[in-house]
């Protein structure tokens, strides 16, 4: 996708000297190395640097490039250290919505302990023995049920790589959209979007799932700052009705 300075500015939800807060549509990156593809970071450092600011964006947190939502970045360095051991140190709040492949229970928790590939850009559950696994850990409410998906709220308790898309597989409910970790694409999509690229990463059908709501402690006034945001992706145009 291609955004433009219009489209920069819509997506961005809260601004002040020292974080930014904004809505990044499913499939554009947070960061990448392709010089050639747009990413969130070169977006904004351009953007500062147009309206005669120093250029620094500090990335704190991550979404994965088919996945939209509430992303807050730093405008200091110093920012972006205090955000960062607020995160380490649980001062932000992360809730997801997401469609599902099957009807879940009415609410749950997810415990597992999850190993990335990064030869693969993949994460697999693994037994406790093996090395280099860690746990993953979020809980979920059942929001609505509709042609057989499930749309859920998901709380993560901690951020591990791939962590909603391979527990949720795990469980025999994969995301919808997700043909990485077994999802199918919805009927909003098309079979042809069906497929990975050179990299690994998915590409062509946006996952049905959202960084809906953001909570962190405030970097220079120590103010709980709270944000909300509703999907735009076209894996929930049906399911606009529970989400209100």
Not at 41 to 68: C, T, W, Y
Request: charged share 30%; hydrophobic share 40%.
């Amino acid at each position: 996708m291609r955004v433009t300075r219009q489209q920069l500015e819509k997506m961005i939800c809260y601004e002040d000297e020292a974080v930014i807060v904004v809505h990044k549509p499913p499939f554009l990156a947070v960061e990448t190395r392709d010089l050639r593809q747009q990413d969130l970071l070169r977006l904004l450092m351009n953007r500062r640097v147009a309206k005669g600011e120093p250029s620094f964006i500090g990335i704190v947190h991550r979404l994965d490039q088919p996945v939209e939502g509430l992303l807050v970045l730093a405008k200091t360095k110093e920012a972006a250290v205090v955000l960062s051991e607020g995160l380490r140190g649980g001062d932000f709040s992360k809730e997801y919505v997401a469609v599902v492949s099957g009807v879940v229970k009415e609410s749950d928790t997810l415990v597992h302990r999850l190993k990335k590939d990064g030869k693969t850009n993949r994460s697999a559950v693994v037994a406790k023995e093996v090395t280099g696994g860690k746990e993953a850990r979020l809980s979920y409410e059942r929001l609505a049920v509709l042609d057989e998906q499930s749309l859920v709220r998901i709380h993560l308790d901690t951020g591990r790589h791939h962590q909603i898309r391979v527990q949720f597989s795990a469980i025999g409910h994969p995301l919808v959209g997700d043909v990485k970790y077994g999802g199918t694409v919805d009927e909003t999509g098309s079979p042809d979007a069906l497929r990975e690229d050179r990299t690994g990463r998915q590409a062509g059908q946006p996952l049905a799932l959202c960084s809906c709501r953001l909570v962190f402690k405030h970097p220079c006034t120590g103010e709980i700052m709270e944000f909300h945001t509703l999907p735009t992706g076209a894996g929930f145009e049906k399911w606009k009705q529970a989400l209100l």
